[in-house]
């Protein structure tokens, strides 16, 4: 069985131990708002409950929102199978219904996956090919609105807001507009929306986001200005796994000037709420400026963003498969400095962490798609060091 995140995120584990014990109380419930099962995405990633449940295990979190992988034969089979997977978790899965909007019954499956137990809808623009405004997406929107009177609980719609598609931000916007008892979440930090949905954010409690991303920048950019209550905890398992995930999210919440009590309630507070049909919780506004904070001397501040620039670039080489050791020896480098910096020092420790998985591997990992299950973002050699070498260096409000 392949846990998602393992082995590589071994080396994440005592710094992941000491991050938690500064940046959330004692007892904090991790819930994940972002999770895939499935056997047939085209991309050759696969996933079952046995291995979501095994992810959370060794993050150690309590559950899940789960939903199908992309099937490109239609979603009402898998979407049972998932709904059959859920209630043998023990409680501890939940699921959202997945849907192609250019299919003529995505209305009537979404509509039966809410009657089975489903808590709302997830929709992938870029592997269902469709782009926004779209009819049957302000249909979904409808019946979430619907549904959500009837039930007396916030319906969440789940959006790919990642790589690989246009900018969603007028028109999810206008979705969140239409439908306050909606909770519409943009995945993957909603990178392809970042710079356009923080003003409507700040009014629109119900525009929301998960944290599943690793590219430390797109990461601040969304604890600076977007409120801690509409941030939700995310792995993107099996792509992703929870040991990375949740340390990212403390770190780059800490950065941000988040306190324990808000890091726990984006750890999986509020999304439990969502879930039990309670009122989100307000955890005020966005930080803003205070993400920026840095009280290094100005060579280990400019370090950081050099060896940032390099990771990014690593870290795009390793998930496609290309060499990744010249920009990884370069954030060593850029590491190098006579400031003493502990953060730095960690930075360079990771990284050298990662060559040596490399070298052990004896290859370049094969590009996603080709040997694919081995090699997923997740478990490519090196990786978990190397993604959070860059976060490590981001994020020096966390220390070391």
Not at 199 to 217: G, K, M, Y
């Amino acid at each position: 069985m392949l846990i998602p995140g393992a082995p590589q995120d071994d080396d994440l584990l005592e710094l992941h131990a000491r991050t938690l014990a500064a940046s959330v109380p004692e007892g904090t419930v991790w819930l994940d708002a972002h999770t895939h099962i499935g056997q047939n995405d085209p991309d050759g990633v696969t996933c079952t409950r046995e291995e979501v449940l095994a992810g959370l295990d060794r993050a150690g979190h309590a559950g899940a929102v789960v939903f199908p992988t992309h099937e490109p034969d239609g979603y009402a089979a898998f979407n049972a199978a998932v709904r059959a997977d859920a209630a043998a978790s023990g409680g501890r899965l939940r699921t959202l219904v997945r849907v192609d909007p250019g299919h003529p019954d995505a209305v009537e499956e979404a509509r039966a996956g809410l009657e089975a137990g489903a808590v709302g809808v997830k929709l992938h623009p870029r592997s269902d090919a469709f782009g926004l405004p779209h009819p049957t997406v302000d249909a979904l929107g409808d019946l979430l609105g619907e549904w959500g009177v009837r039930s007396g609980r916030d319906p969440i719609l789940l959006f790919h807001a990642g790589r690989g598609i246009p900018a969603l931000g007028p028109s999810a916007v206008a979705l969140a507009e239409r439908h306050p008892n909606v909770r519409l979440i943009l995945a993957h930090t909603g990178v392809s929306d970042l710079g356009l949905v923080a003003e409507p954010a700040s009014r629109l409690p119900n525009l929301c986001f998960d944290t599943s991303w690793w590219q430390v920048d797109d990461m601040l950019q969304m604890y600076a200005t977007i409120p801690p209550g509409q941030i939700h905890y995310a792995s993107d398992m099996p792509y992703g796994g929870g040991v990375f995930a949740s340390l990212a999210l403390m770190r780059c919440a800490v950065q941000a000037g988040h306190g324990p009590d808000v890091v726990a309630a984006m750890a999986g507070a509020q999304l439990q709420r969502v879930l039990d049909g309670e009122p989100p919780l307000d955890l005020g506004p966005a930080p803003g400026e205070a993400v920026l904070a840095d009280d290094r001397p100005l060579i280990a501040r400019l370090a950081s963003r050099r060896a940032i620039s390099y990771l990014g670039i690593a870290s795009l080489g390793s998930f496609h498969g290309g060499p990744v050791e010249e920009p990884l020896s370069l954030a060593r480098l850029a590491c190098a400095t006579d400031t003493g910096d502990p953060v730095l020092a960690l930075v360079d420790a990771l990284c050298e962490r990662a060559q040596e998985r490399i070298a052990a591997a004896g290859s370049t990992p094969a590009p996603i798609g080709e040997q694919a299950r081995p090699h997923l973002p997740g478990h490519a050699p090196g990786i978990a060091a190397l993604l959070a070498a860059g976060i490590v260096a981001g994020t020096p409000r966390a220390g070391a």
